[in-house]
């Protein structure tokens, strides 16, 4: 099964240039853990909550007067709609992340997050167990 199914195609924007603490209102407002970053050119990167505390909060910077292109990852793990939950958490396993983006050739087409993949992942078990118990009862 691939993550198609599981990609938030409706992701949440910001421009490289706003600061730190737009981001943190953004994803409060939106109930996110991530943003994509982007500038007149597409995409640049990602700001993750993990950023928000590993590289402004708790090095004691002003979230407001931090640019989100000092912070962010700039070169976020992508894989295609066709990836499986399995590939997608050794990337995040590896690259210790919690969300990839989706790219389907050269175009952007969302997000997955390891919340994404562990849901992926139960309705795969899910379908095995009905098919199992549809094999042993018929």
């Known amino acids: 099964m691939t993550i198609a199914s599981k990609i938030v195609r409706r992701v949440a924007t910001i421009d490289e240039n706003k600061s730190v603490l737009d981001a943190a209102k ?42 989100i292109k000092d912070v962010m990852t700039s070169d976020p793990i992508k894989v295609s709609p066709n990836a499986t939950a399995n590939l997608c958490l050794d990337l995040m396993k590896e690259h210790r992340c919690r969300h990839l983006l989706v790219f389907e050739g050269d175009e952007f087409v969302g997000i997955v997050s390891l919340r994404d993949m562990v849901a992926l992942m139960i309705d795969e078990k899910e379908e095995l167990i009905g098919h199992l118990e549809r094999y042993i009862t018929s």
Do not use: C, D, Q
């Open 26 to 67: 953004l994803m409060t407002e939106e109930f996110i853990g991530s943003v994509v970053v982007t500038n007149s050119s597409g995409i640049r990167g990602l700001f993750t909550e993990r950023e928000l505390v590993m590289n402004v909060v708790g090095k004691g910077k002003a979230p407001e007067k931090v640019p």
